[in-house]
């Protein structure tokens, strides 16, 4: 088969299709043939040499992907070969065949064509499990989504929307802001042109966000203390302004308010399999009913992957980037 290899970390450029060997599902696996990719912040670094695989895990990037299944692996049950799936993995998912445990495959929701919905899992077990699982997200609170247009920012939106949550968020520029304003943002605040705390009070009276969904890290960190409301949370999944900050204890005691940071793709098998089936008990009827969709920018041939990648470098897009594996 052919997958996306690294052999030395760098720029888009350094993306190589390539022949490799096939891989075999283990005990409680599956082997998916995969019909879509799609790209994440984390196949960036990953290519970048800035976030290694977990050890024993596939070499090849790729956190989500959708797909046929073609084998089963020794003690799976309630999958059968020829099952339409989407997938979160902890890589392969560039690759023409992937295998993964079975307790990270979620059946394909209707209304949503294969393709589609490789732009789902990785997406939408981060936002759940960060919003809902960690943070507790109320109907009527105030939620803050960073990056609102991006992937995780659009399924966000969508999913709090659903829930009862005023949403706001930040964005670069008029457009982006447009497109989360059509998916069910509330406070829109272009954080070129506006410092987000003074404009998230000025929106709230005063009061700040109950929760604040982050991909920024260090640099957001003590103005996301400023912009949390009493009893507010911060959940923290992203690293793009760095990884140390400093914390104000004060602050964040007077507000009785509370830091999270989490990742999801060094997590054991068994948390991640709660996390599935809890996606897809409380968010896959969502999307089946048309409430929460998957926001797709473009699709991309995987061996063009390098484009790919450039575009989510550059911003240029509003949701998911996808990449689809030569027959």
Known sequence: MHAITIPQPGGPEALVWADVPDPVPGEGEVLVEVTAAAVNRADVLQRQGFYDPPPGTSPYPG?????????????????AVGDEVCALLTGGGYAQKVAVPAGQLLPVPKGVDLATAAALPEVVCTVWSNLFLVAHLRPGE????????????????QLAKAVGAK???????PEKLARCKELGADILIDYREQDFVEALRAATGGAGADVILDIMGAKYLARNIAALAVNGRLAVIGLQGGVKGELNLGALMAKRAAVTATTLRARPLEEKAAIVA???EHV???VESGRVRPVVHEA???SRAAQAHAVMESSA???????????
């Open 317 to 327: 897009h509003v949701g998911k980037l996808l990449l689809t594996p030569a027959s």
């Open 142 to 157: 105030t939620v803050l989504v960073h990056g609102g247009s991006s992937g995780i920012g659009t399924m966000a939106i």
């Open 167 to 173: 949403v706001a968020v930040t964005a670069g520029g």
């Open 278 to 280: 809890s996606v897809r």
């Open 300 to 302: 991309f041939p995987m």
């Open 63 to 79: 956190l989500e992907c959708s797909g046929r299944i073609a084998a089963l692996g020794p003690g799976v049950s309630g999958w």
């Open 284 to 286: 896959w009827p969502l």
